[in-house]
Structure formats: C-alpha cells, structure tokens
C-alpha cells in the first residue's frame, strides 16, 4: 500500500492526547507524541509511537519536535495541537507568569508547530491541522482569564490557518469538547469538592454538567474519534470551523 501518513500530537502522555495517539496508531499511521513529561515514552511506545520529550512553552523545544518527526518519518501531515494546563483564579489575583505560561503552550506553541510543519504539508499538497480547543473557546467561566483567551485565541488562528491553507490542500479545524473524563478534569473535580464541601458525584452533576444536555462526562476516546475524522480524506472540505463536542452545553 501507500506510505502510511505521519502524526504529530502534542500533550500525548495523557488524557485526550494519549487516545488520540492510541487512536492513530490503531489506524496505521506513524506517530510522534511529544509531551514534557517523560513518563509519556512508556505510554507512547506501548501504543507503537515514538515518542519525542519537550517542554512546548520554549519556542526552540517546538521546532526540535517538528525537526525530529521529520527525521523519523520524513515529514509531517497531521498535526494536533493538545497541550493544556489550567490555573484558575481572579483577574485581580492572576499571576502574571501563569497567564504567560498558558498563552506561550496553548496558543504560542500551535502557532509555531503549524509554522514548522507549514512547509512539509505544503511540499505535499495535504496536511490536516486539528486544534483542541475547548468550550471555554465559545463562553467564558469566571477564574479562567488565561484559559479562556487562549482557546479564543486559537479559533483565530484555526481560521486565518484555514484561509491560508485553502489552496494548498491544508485543512485547519478546531474541536470544541466540555469536560472530558482526564486526569485535568478529575484535578478539578477534586477542587470543587474541597471548596464546595461536595462529594465529587455532587460536584459532576450541579457544578460541571449544569448547563449539560447529555449529563456525563465525556470518554477522550470520543475525541480521539473526531479527530480521525478530521485528519481523514473525507473531510477535505470541512476546514476552518469549530466542532462541538459539548453535551448540549451551548445549546442554551
Ligand atoms: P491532561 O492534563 O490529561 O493532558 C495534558 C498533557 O499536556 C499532559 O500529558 C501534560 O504533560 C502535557 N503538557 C502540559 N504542559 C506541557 C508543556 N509545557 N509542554 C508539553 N506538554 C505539556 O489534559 P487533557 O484533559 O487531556 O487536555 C488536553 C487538551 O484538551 C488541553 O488543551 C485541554 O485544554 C483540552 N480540553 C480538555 C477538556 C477536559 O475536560 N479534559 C475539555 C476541553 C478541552
């Protein structure tokens, strides 16, 4: 058969990241997981991926992930900008270096990936870039500043990519999911219950799926499963949009 194509996936030792690898590697292509937590090659590996270490706020550590997918594999066609974290606190109490933080990975580190992997999916006249993003991407949460400009930042960027990329066969879309069952999610829920003096069944169910048509919370496999959709052939039309995976939440 053809070349099996090449996956680049960023925040891959967790949560949705890792499903998302898991997910490709079952379909067949080669993939990089890149991720700065090094227990991530274990969870790589075990899946068939290789597996590339670094710290995606550092701009240089984003173009030695870019250079070493294309070493491996010869280039680049599917890139999936994952990476997150969240800090949750007021405007008035934001830690300025926190906020930095959370801009330079969620919405730094895309825009960089996408420049270096712009010139091999261009080569090839194909290439997908998917961005998760969040709902926090379409409504806000108070004590989320950070995070929420960053996933608003990145629907800009998915969009202006998309225009880019039209005649270029360089699709770019955004996946918009509410809460995701992962351990950045169960850290939450956590939380809540402290300072709410809930149990984390309560805290599910009145805090986090309030606004929740569908009240669960969402498998990453359900992600990882838009994602294959996305990287596939059969959406070459589908580019610059925000897709929704949010339980009803914004059907208010
Ligand atoms: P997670 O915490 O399970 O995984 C995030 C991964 O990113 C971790 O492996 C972590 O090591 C990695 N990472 C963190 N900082 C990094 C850095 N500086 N450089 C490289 N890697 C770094 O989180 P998740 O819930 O799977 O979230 C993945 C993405 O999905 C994030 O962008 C998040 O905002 C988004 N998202 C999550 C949910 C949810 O409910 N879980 C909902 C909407 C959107």
Redo the contacts with the bound molecule.
Sequence with gaps: GSTPRVALV??????????VVAHFCKQGYQVLA????AA?KEVAEAAGAAFFQ????DPQ?CHDAVDDAVARFGGVDVLV??????HVATIETFPEQKWR?II???LT?PFLLSQAVWPHMRKGGWGRIIN?????ANVASPGKAA?VSA?HGLIGLTKTAALEGGDQGITANAI??????????D?QIADQAKLNGMDEQEVIEKIMLKNAAVKR??E?VE?AQMVAYLASDAAGAVTGASWNIDLGWTAH
């Design positions: 960023t925040g891959a030792s967790s949560g949705i990241g890792a499903a890149v991720d700065f937590n991530g670094a710290d995606l706020t550590a900008n994952n990476a997150g974290i969240q933080n330079d990975l969620m580190a998760i993003a969040s709902i926090h995070y996933k918009c999911p509410a809460y995701v069952k992962t351990p950045l999610v850290n919370l969402i990453p992600v």
